[in-house]
């Protein structure tokens, strides 16, 4: 059985669980396609949630991203945070000033 490729669908779970774990979806670009999941901008908390982001945070929502039925590959490129290394470490590289 050949399984179509749900863009819309992918879109949204993706969308789905960067909100669960409280990120701002104003400041993120999500580019679906056969071949990749783009997800790019900067990553801030939706307003009123004062805890920060932590590299384990990330780390954990990327991972559930890509865990996803029929998700293709997936690419990140964060404004103020870029990868630490091997092993999903994450550093911050801008103080969230908003």
């Not at 179509?4 to 669980?17: P, Q, S, V």
């Not at 701002?24 to 307003?47: C, E, F, M, T």
């Not at 996803?68 to 945070?81: C, K, M, S």
């Amino acid at each position: 059985m050949i399984l179509e490729f749900d863009k819309a669908g992918l879109y949204r779970k993706i969308r789905g669980i960067l909100a669960k774990h409280g990120a701002d979806l104003g400041a993120l670009n999500v580019i679906v396609s056969k071949a990749s999941v783009r997800i790019q901008g900067a990553l801030y908390r939706q307003p009123g949630i004062q805890s920060e982001f932590t590299p384990e945070i990330i780390d954990a929502m990327l991972r559930e991203i890509k865990a996803v039925p029929g998700a293709p590959r997936l690419e990140v490129q964060f404004d103020n945070w870029a990868p630490a290394g091997t092993g999903g470490a994450w550093k911050r590289t801008k103080p969230d000033l908003r």
